[in-house]
């Protein structure tokens, strides 16, 4: 994959995002499975939704995305969605292993 800099043309471009994209749904994937296995370990329904994490998660993320020179904003919305999504599958999982 061609750096940003050493692009020729959209088509360098296009084909270094897809890349990207894909790395990212693979990420998210793999995050995804560590969540539902996380489920295990609650002792509680409330356990799951574990505001404090939340919190420290949207911060550091936030923290990261400024390091890195992109929008704090734009990182905290898209932690804040994913999380909340998150959250609510590994109720599901939760509830169905412990009934």
């Known amino acids: 994959m061609k750096t940003p800099e050493k692009c020729r043309n959209m088509e360098d471009i296009r084909m270094a995002i897809d890349r990207i994209d894909r790395d990212i ?11 539902t ?4 370990f609650k002792v509680n329904k409330a356990a799951v939704r574990d505001e404090k994490r939340v919190r420290q998660v949207i911060e550091s993320k936030a923290a990261l995305a400024e390091k890195e020179g992109i929008s704090p904003d734009l990182i905290s919305g898209i932690y804040e969605m994913m999380i909340n999504f998150f959250i609510d599958e590994e109720i599901k999982e939760w509830e169905k292993e412990k009934s």
């Open 37 to 40: 296995s996380a489920a295990q």
């Open 25 to 35: 749904v693979s990420s998210i994937a793999l995050r995804a499975k560590y969540v």
